[in-house]
Nanobody
Framework: VQLQASGGGLVQAGGSLRLSCAASGRTFSSYYMAWFRQGPGKEREFVAFISWSGGSITYGDSVKGRFTISRDNAKNTMYLQMNSLKPDDTAVYYC?????????????????WGQGTLVTVSS
């Protein structure tokens, strides 16, 4: 499966952005999907994952209550709605697909990656 992340940009603290991850290739609905991010000088960090049908979702502690992950299998697309953004959310955001089960917060558990989209939050 090929993944293409988009929707990043520059936003002020407290603002919102919605990221998208479009998938092509093999059946999108057969993959657990996830978002990770990597800030400047930081390690790659788990943001959220979502199960095949969207019935199971897990968030990283730093984004709980502010970010919402979702997917539309008919459109082969996953989303990340980001609200109440903080400067610490500044990072390149990557989408990833996992052919295994169950979901995981470990980036080593994902088989396919998108190219990343940059989110910059100004104070």
């Amino acid at each position: 499966v090929q993944l293409q992340a988009s929707g990043g940009g520059l936003v002020q603290a407290g603002g919102s952005l919605r990221l998208s991850c479009a998938a092509s290739g093999r059946t999108f609905s057969s993959y657990y999907m996830a978002w990770f991010r990597q800030g400047p000088g930081k390690e790659r960090e788990f943001v959220a994952f979502i199960s095949w049908s969207g019935g199971s979702i897990t968030y990283g502690d730093s984004v709980k209550g502010r970010f919402t992950i979702s997917r539309d299998n008919a459109k082969n697309t996953m989303y990340l709605q980001m609200n109440s953004l903080k400067p610490d959310d500044t990072a390149v955001y990557y989408c990833a697909a996992r052919s295994g089960y169950p979901g995981t917060s470990s980036y080593n558990g994902y088989d396919y990656w998108g190219q990343g989209t940059l989110v910059t939050v100004s104070s």
